[in-house]
């Protein structure tokens, strides 16, 4: 089944304690985008990759940090985690100018 | 720095009725643009995606528009049903993509 898969789907933390969201995709997508979703604030762009080795800043870059050494992985790093990063974030990936996937989602709490 | 707004924000309506939701977008120099769905705690489904050389895509009782010379785009929701409430998010890829806020939409039997 084609799919972007998130994990965890849940992930309690307290301040500072370094993290990764992995983010993985079955369909050979070249681009791969991670979002954070907030109330009020809507969805929110953190990074994009157009392919591996290639990562580009969206809206929100700024505490997070990407890498895509494989075509399949995207995985979002948070070196240290801030309350103000406590949010729902998706992963997505689609063949380049065509329909986005997403993932479940991550809901990450930072105490 | 393109910006995506969606009006009305929600939107209540009985069971049956034809409907319109509106997304404008500030930077009329996009790739493409997408309407999506989210159900309540979960992930976003694509419903349409309009190519920027496109005017429109149907998909069943779904139809989208869009009007890149104005910055604006449309889903028309015909009939709807219970099973048509979620909130609908409109999306304009340029390199990067920007989300509108979304409408809450409520279909009451």
């Known amino acids: 089944e084609a799919q972007v898969t998130q994990n965890p789907r849940y992930l309690i933390t307290v301040t500072g304690k370094k993290l990764t969201v992995t983010c993985s995709q079955n369909?050979?997508?070249?681009?791969m985008s991670w979002y954070r979703q907030d109330p009020g604030l809507g969805l929110r762009q953190i990074y994009y990759s157009m392919n591996v080795e290639v990562t580009d800043k969206g809206d929100v870059p700024e505490g997070y940090k990407v890498s895509r050494k494989e075509k399949r992985n995207f995985p979002l790093i948070l070196e240290s985690p801030s309350p103000n990063q406590t949010s729902l974030y998706f992963c997505?990936?689609?063949?380049?100018?065509?329909?986005?996937?997403f993932g479940n989602g991550t809901r990450l709490t930072v105490t | 720095k393109q910006e995506v707004t969606q009006i009305p924000a929600a939107l209540s309506v009985p069971e049956g009725e034809n409907l319109v939701l509106n997304c404008s977008f500030t930077d009329s120099a996009i790739y493409n643009l997408q309407w999506f769905r989210q159900d309540p705690g979960k992930g976003l489904t694509s419903l349409l995606l309009?190519?920027?050389?496109?005017r429109e895509q149907t998909s069943g009782r779904l139809n989208a528009s869009l009007d890149k010379s104005s910055g604006r785009s449309t889903l028309y929701i015909a009939a709807s049903q219970p099973g048509d409430s979620a909130t609908y998010l409109c999306?304009?890829?340029?390199?990067?993509?920007?989300f509108g806020a979304g409408t809450r939409l409520t279909v009451k039997p």
């Open positions: 369909m050979n997508h070249e681009y």
């Open positions: 999306a304009v890829k340029n390199n990067d993509m920007r």
């Open positions: 309009i190519q920027s050389s496109q």
């Open positions: 997505a990936s689609s063949e380049q100018g065509r329909t986005l996937h």
